[in-house]
């Protein structure tokens, strides 16, 4: 029964009374893995029942959060280094309002800076105390080099205090109180974003195997030359990177979209092209109804239409107004 299972009367004696009831941590630092909701599959299910930061499209790392001060003892400090992303993401706001409950410390940002030479991870380090939230102002400092003698000489340089109006809203705004009095103001008399057009906020494409579904020029013409009816489901295609302040740079990528349904048959060029890759299409779990097709996608047509296109993360402002039809980004 208790076959490489986790015993804490066994590994942390110091953590059970004498009658064995668990008391916590006093301590809890943590790097959870970094594990994308794609990859989750049937686990959500249990995430689901289990935990009240639970999102449907929420990465494994909020899980942590709330597993970490569960077994903490009252007072203790749970300190965790892991991804920003939740502090701005429609996901993070049941997160965000569990953290807000308790004594959220000090905060340090990271941001784009390659704390992990292995992964882009967009790091922040989070202390939070095991305690009800008192309303007092939080430490933020936002890294802005790696090039210091001393993590903690460097923070006591930068450090902001942000007073409890920049967190008890649904979104965080880490700014001081000049920043935050200009964006109060700027909600007053203006229209934000996501009511102007009526929550009309779209994904781009995801292909779930770039290296066959994305092309450059000279593979474009290849195929057209080869079937001029390749053309037909060949279209612009802009990443991140493309998209810069007021204008979408042009790297003349193109996206060969197979949606589901469509007649493979009568695209002879481009089936040879990605039978290249059949055996990593086939493992896809995100594609169509066969190998070849693209995932599911109920606004394809959307992206015919003008739009403002900005990256799922950006250090700066980077949005730009496209009409060409079909751009994406991943």
Same mark, same amino acid.
């Given at each position: 029964? =208790?076959?490489?299972?986790?015993?804490?009367?066994?590994?942390?004696?110091?953590?059970?009374?004498?009658?064995?009831?668990?008391?916590?941590?006093?301590?809890?630092?943590?790097?959870?893995?970094?594990?994308?909701?794609?990859?989750?599959?049937?686990?959500?299910?249990?995430?689901?029942?289990?935990? *009240?930061?639970?999102?449907?499209?929420?990465?494994?790392?909020?899980? /942590?959060?709330?597993?970490?001060?569960?077994? &903490?003892?009252?007072?203790?400090?749970?300190?965790?280094?892991?991804?920003?992303?939740?502090?701005?993401?429609? =996901?993070?706001?049941? @997160?965000?309002?569990?953290?807000?409950?308790?004594?959220?410390?000090?905060?340090?940002?990271?941001?784009?800076? #390659?704390?992990?030479?292995?992964?882009?991870? /967009?790091?922040?380090?989070?202390?939070?105390?095991?305690?009800?939230?008192?309303?007092?102002?939080?430490?933020?400092?936002?890294?802005?080099? &790696?090039? /210091?003698?001393? @993590?903690?000489? =460097? !923070?006591?340089? !930068?450090?902001?205090?942000?007073?409890?109006? +920049?967190?008890?809203?649904?979104?965080?705004? @880490?700014?001081?109180?000049?920043?935050?009095?200009?964006?109060?103001?700027?909600?007053?008399?203006?229209? #934000?974003?996501?009511?102007?057009?009526?929550?009309?906020?779209?994904?781009?494409?995801?292909?779930?195997?770039?290296?066959?579904?994305?092309?450059?020029?000279?593979?474009?013409?290849?195929?057209?030359?080869? $079937?001029?009816? +390749?053309?037909? !489901?060949?279209?612009?295609?802009?990443?991140?990177?493309?998209?810069?302040?007021?204008?979408?740079?042009?790297?003349?990528?193109?996206?060969?979209?197979?949606?589901?349904?469509?007649?493979?048959?009568?695209?002879?060029?481009?089936?040879?092209? &990605?039978? *290249?890759?059949?055996?990593?299409?086939?493992?896809?779990?995100?594609?169509?109804?066969?190998?070849?097709?693209?995932?599911?996608? $109920?606004?394809?047509?959307?992206?015919?239409?003008? *739009?403002?296109? /900005? #990256?799922?993360?950006?250090?700066? *402002? +980077?949005?730009?107004?496209?009409?060409?039809?079909? +751009?994406?980004?991943?």
């Amino acid at each position: 029964m =208790y076959q490489n299972s986790f015993e804490w009367r066994f590994e942390f004696p110091e953590v059970l009374d004498d009658d064995g009831n668990f008391i916590g941590f006093d301590l809890v630092i943590a790097n959870p893995p970094y594990i994308r909701q794609e990859e989750l599959g049937e686990s959500k299910k249990y995430y689901s029942k289990t935990y *009240k930061v639970y999102s449907g499209t929420a990465d494994i790392l909020v899980y /942590f959060f709330e597993l970490g001060l569960k077994v &903490l003892k009252e007072k203790g400090i749970l300190s965790m280094i892991t991804s920003n992303k939740f502090m701005r993401a429609k =996901y993070g706001k049941p @997160l965000r309002n569990f953290l807000w409950q308790h004594d959220l410390y000090k905060i340090v940002d990271f941001g784009e800076l #390659p704390v992990f030479e292995e992964a882009a991870t /967009f790091p922040a380090i989070y202390q939070i105390n095991n305690t009800p939230n008192n309303s007092h102002p939080v430490m933020f400092a936002q890294i802005k080099t &790696l090039a /210091f003698e001393s @993590l903690e000489g =460097y !923070i006591d340089k !930068i450090v902001q205090f942000l007073f409890p109006s +920049s967190f008890e809203n649904d979104n965080w705004t @880490l700014s001081d109180s000049d920043v935050l009095t200009i964006i109060k103001k700027m909600e007053s008399v203006g229209t #934000p974003l996501g009511k102007y057009i009526e929550g009309k906020i779209y994904r781009g494409i995801l292909t779930g195997f770039n290296d066959a579904f994305v092309i450059n020029e000279s593979k474009k013409e290849e195929l057209i030359s080869s $079937d001029p009816n +390749s053309n037909e !489901i060949i279209f612009p295609y802009v990443i991140g990177d493309d998209i810069r302040k007021y204008q979408i740079r042009n790297n003349n990528r193109f996206i060969i979209l197979t949606k589901i349904g469509v007649e493979i048959n009568k695209y002879p060029a481009i089936f040879r092209h &990605l039978k *290249k890759y059949q055996k990593q299409l086939e493992k896809r779990w995100d594609k169509g109804k066969y190998w070849w097709e693209l995932r599911a996608c $109920d606004y394809y047509s959307e992206f015919s239409k003008p *739009k403002i296109i /900005f #990256p799922r993360h950006c250090k700066r *402002k +980077s949005m730009g107004f496209y009409k060409k039809k079909y +751009s994406s980004y991943w």
